[in-house]
């Protein structure tokens, strides 16, 4: 949401100053300005990266506008779903618990965590692990050695996502101004046509670098970085399961479990013990 509200804001911003200023925004219409750059722009991004990074891409920046970063209530979700979780394991036997993790959706744990049910990635990796420790014979410390595998193969292929969208990003600025050059060519081909022709297509072509630099640090470079915070956020969320399943399978009681694993959440959206304890009670 804040995503779409930034670039609201740095649409707005720019239009208004221009307009202010005494400028027409029709003339920034430059069609011919937009063909190149962006046309040029993505064969770039097709060269650099695989295509399906280039999908990957493309998906990650639509979840960007709709997605939220961690917030303290959903945290506290995410705990009480595993407290709950345990808590059936410890009073029925670990093996309690397979119904609720061969259908989550249908489970009366997981319904009120709607948020680690709408994310694929941490609910097969909850679901698949208790698998594993429902299979028996796996010590805790293989246990996390597992989890700590999948969380940096989750690493290792969402961070090249944002890099690579920061240097496609990084590379408007000189689209824009090879698209100027081209139109100063343009210009060049017209100088016997008259000042207003020339005007014209000198307007033209500083559009063209006007866009680049825009596109840059207007909008591509910010969404890189977003991009890149949504994935560290969605990697410390799967630590934080860990942290808690890691907990639980050496023996330590539920409610020991989630508080190791409320540790591992960031201060702007970790509760305290009282706010846990009071929420875990139904309070």
């Known amino acids: 949401m804040f995503v779409i509200i930034g670039f609201v804001v740095v649409f707005g911003s720019f239009i208004g100053g221009f307009m ?18 962006l046309g040029v ?28 970063h961690s917030t303290k209530e959903g945290n506290m979700k995410l705990l009480k779903a595993l407290y709950e979780l345990f808590l059936v394991a410890q009073r029925e036997g670990l093996l309690a618990i397979e119904k609720h993790i061969e259908d989550p959706a249908s489970s009366e744990v997981f319904k009120h965590d709607e948020h680690l049910l ?15 420790m429902l299979s028996g014979g796996v010590p805790p410390h293989e246990i996390e050695a597992l989890m700590d595998t999948e969380i940096e193969t989750f690493e290792a292929e969402t961070k090249p996502l ?12 000189g689209i824009g101004i090879v698209a100027a050059v081209l139109g100063i060519i343009i ?11 020339v005007g014209h297509h000198v307007a033209a072509a500083l559009v063209g670098t006007f ?15 977003n991009m890149s915070h949504m994935y560290e956020d969605e990697a410390r969320y799967l630590g934080t399961i860990k942290a808690a399943v890691v907990a639980y399978a050496k023996g330590n009681p539920p409610i020991v479990a989630v508080e190791i694993a409320r540790r591992t959440l960031y201060s702007d959206s970790r509760p305290t013990f009282g706010e846990l304890e009071s929420y875990l009670r139904g309070k």
């Open 187 to 197: 210009t060049m081909s017209s100088i016997n046509e008259g000042a207003e022709v």
């Open 118 to 132: 709408n994310n694929p990635i941490a609910l097969t990796f909850l679901t698949d692990t208790l698998k594993v």
């Open 211 to 225: 866009l680049g630099v825009l596109i840059a640090y207007g909008f591509v470079g910010p969404l890189a970085a």
């Open 162 to 173: 944002g890099h690579t969208l920061q240097t496609f990003g990084d590379s408007f600025p």
């Open 41 to 68: 722009a993505f064969g770039s991004l097709l060269i650099m990266t695989p295509f399906p990074n280039v999908l990957k891409i493309f998906k990650s920046v639509i979840k960007l506008l709709s997605a939220s």
């Open 20 to 37: 202010i200023a005494g400028g027409n925004p029709i003339l920034l219409i430059q069609i011919s300005e937009f063909i190149t750059i």
